[in-house]
């Protein structure tokens, strides 16, 4: 199974960038590696979402290495509104096992 | 276009009661999941669909069924509802790629409680 692990919460301050990292060691050879960020009583929001190398859009970037056995977002510059919920996704059974994990939650502080 | 629309918004059911969720998509879209999240946890994937016709078990199935008559729709039945199903359940949709489904679209999400 493609289990994704990610730190349990982060903590960071306005303006800072902020890098999220994300293991998943059994990850299938044609499998995405997606992210969402979550607020308290909303659904899921995509954020990137890659398959190789680097992968840049006016949010975030996301960084694979080449074994892709890890995976990184990265937050320039947060703000308060960052406050979330952040899940790294990788899909099983063909990319449609869509399998959540346990999120990193980041707090950003004024 | 709405999106994902999922019905109703609350429920309470007693145990044993049943129910089902609605989840409508208006995107065209092949792929639709649901998940529950219980209180500071993540998503559990509880059934998919890779289109009409085909649907598939996630990672907490049991007590809960689905059907995918029309690429709109995918209902949820709770069949016989009990209180470890208290929960927010969220729909999504996405079109499906070469390699798994695109941005995942979720719903509103629907709050049930079971007493």
């Known amino acids: 199974l493609a289990k994704t692990t990610q730190p349990i919460s982060m903590d960071s301050y306005e303006g800072q960038e902020v890098n999220i990292t994300c293991s998943h060691n059994n990850i299938a050879t044609n499998d995405y590696i997606t992210w969402y960020q979550q607020f308290p009583s909303q659904g899921p929001r995509f954020i990137i979402q890659g398959y190789k190398t680097k992968v840049t859009n006016e949010v975030a970037s996301l960084f694979i290495p080449a074994d892709r056995k890890s995976s990184t977002l990265s937050l320039p510059r947060v703000s308060l509104s960052d406050t979330a919920v952040y899940y790294c996704l990788v899909g099983e059974d063909g990319g449609f096992k869509t399998i959540f994990g346990a999120g990193t939650r980041l707090f950003v502080k004024a | 276009n709405a999106g994902v629309t999922q019905t109703p918004k609350f429920q309470v059911l007693k145990t044993g009661q049943s129910m089902t969720l609605q989840c409508a998509q208006d995107?065209?879209?092949?792929?639709m999941s649901w998940y529950r999240q219980d209180p500071g946890m993540g998503l559990r994937l509880i059934h998919y669909?890779?289109?009409?016709?085909?649907?598939d078990q996630g990672e907490v199935p049991n007590g809960y069924n689905v059907s995918r008559s029309t690429t709109e729709d995918f209902p949820l039945r709770l069949l016989s509802a009990a209180p470890s199903q208290t929960s927010v359940y969220f729909c999504?949709?996405?079109?499906?790629?070469?390699?798994?489904?695109?941005?995942?679209?979720f719903g509103e999400g629907s709050r049930l409680t079971v007493l």
């Open positions: 669909s890779v289109g009409a016709g085909i649907t």
């Open positions: 995107m065209n879209h092949e792929y």
């Open positions: 999504a949709s996405s079109y499906v790629g070469e390699r798994g489904t695109g941005e995942l679209f």
